[in-house]
């Protein structure tokens, strides 16, 4: 007859050889800010290898688009993360919103203005020269205030609504136009036939983090083992999909986006890469989803510059660093 020891054993072997019972996971779920695409990738990479499972999480990826409320739906409960930015962040820090960010995983905001090749425009500054810069309502209220307040020569009569249709940037030569490092300057390239010149605004002193983990204070005070193993897994998601094989990510993308193309997806790994988005600044030497107390304030006092928050503002309930910046993933990197 087996001792109560060896029966303990027996079924400790069994566990870990995979037949006895397997620990529940704990369910959890993100909503991204748009429809999927490359720039989610490391979170459908965590889906796909099993690297959430392995953190002893089940995740449901929520994908946004123009009808989604992905944010609405994380103030109410309904998801558990969100794909938030610092500019929402601490908006909702002033309307009384509990939200907070956890985690960034880009360094740089992948926002782009886009010249036409041989008009001049050879550095940030030279866009100040055209006639145009073609600008949705978001850019007009942040970026392009910055843009006055901090170059030369940017004058309120350069705005014209930009109306995510690039037929009138590509027609005049003397005009400019927002758009996303990833997707717009392809796009062009292929309606037009020419690559359009790209100006990162973060190369250009701009300093939002971007394509965050946003979760609610209720979540970090309550469920801080679960944040923190959706961060890690998320991270290690993100070394393995820029770094090994994300065929099966890649495949879960065009499942929930059938419109997106293998090339528009190789296109933009390339760009997230060659421009740091992920990997620069502090990331490189603490990982990726890196955040600093000195680079979140640099961000609000720029944002107050412009007067789109209160300098009186506590932003600081708008973040926490203590989940990132601890090197995890790292490892990964091949």
């Given amino acids: 007859m087996m001792s109560k020891t060896g029966l303990a054993a ?36 965590a889906v796909a290898d099993g690297t959430y499972e392995k953190h002893g999480l089940k995740v449901k990826i929520i994908q946004g688009g ?46 782009v203005l886009l010249a036409h090749p041989n008009a001049g425009v050879e550095k940030f500054e030279d866009l100040a020269k055209l006639d145009t810069i073609f600008m949705g309502k978001d850019g007009y209220v942040t970026y392009f205030e910055w843009m006055k307040k901090n170059f030369k020569g940017f004058k309120e009569e350069q705005y014209k609504p930009y109306t995510f249709n690039p037929a009138p940037f590509i027609a005049d030569k ?66 393995n999909y820029i770094y090994g094989d994300n065929k099966k990510a890649n495949e879960l993308i065009k499942k929930d986006n059938p419109e997106m193309t293998d090339g528009q997806i190789a296109y933009s790994i390339a760009k997230m ?16 989803g890196c955040m600093t107390d000195a680079r979140y304030k640099q961000f609000f006092d720029e944002m107050v510059q412009i007067n789109a928050l209160p300098k009186d503002l506590d932003y600081k309930k708008a973040y926490t660093t203590k989940f990132v910046c601890k090197g995890v993933g790292m490892a990964l990197k091949k």
């Fill in 10 to 45: 027996l079924a400790m072997g069994l566990m870990l050889a995979g037949t006895g019972p397997a620990l529940a996971l704990d369910e959890v779920s993100y909503g991204t800010n748009w429809l999927a695409q490359a720039e989610h990738g490391g979170f459908y990479q």
């Fill in 66 to 111: 123009p009808n989604a409320a992905n944010r609405s739906l994380l103030i109410a409960g309904k998801v558990d993360f969100y794909m938030g930015g610092p500019l929402g962040d601490m908006d909702a820090v002033k309307e009384g919103i509990p939200m907070i960010s956890v985690a960034s995983i880009f360094q740089k905001d992948p926002q």
């Fill in 174 to 239: 003397k005009s400019a136009q927002q758009g996303y490092l990833t997707s717009e300057p392809y796009e062009i390239e292929k309606q037009a036939g020419w690559a359009p010149k790209v100006f990162l605004l973060a190369d250009a002193g701009y300093s939002p983090y971007s394509t965050m983990i946003t979760t609610t204070q209720g979540m970090v005070d309550k469920k801080p083992d679960v944040v923190q193993r959706f961060v890690d897994a998320s991270i290690e998601g993100w070394y």
């Fill in 273 to 288: 890469k060659e421009y740091g988005i992920l990997e620069s600044g502090e990331a490189l030497t603490k990982g990726i």
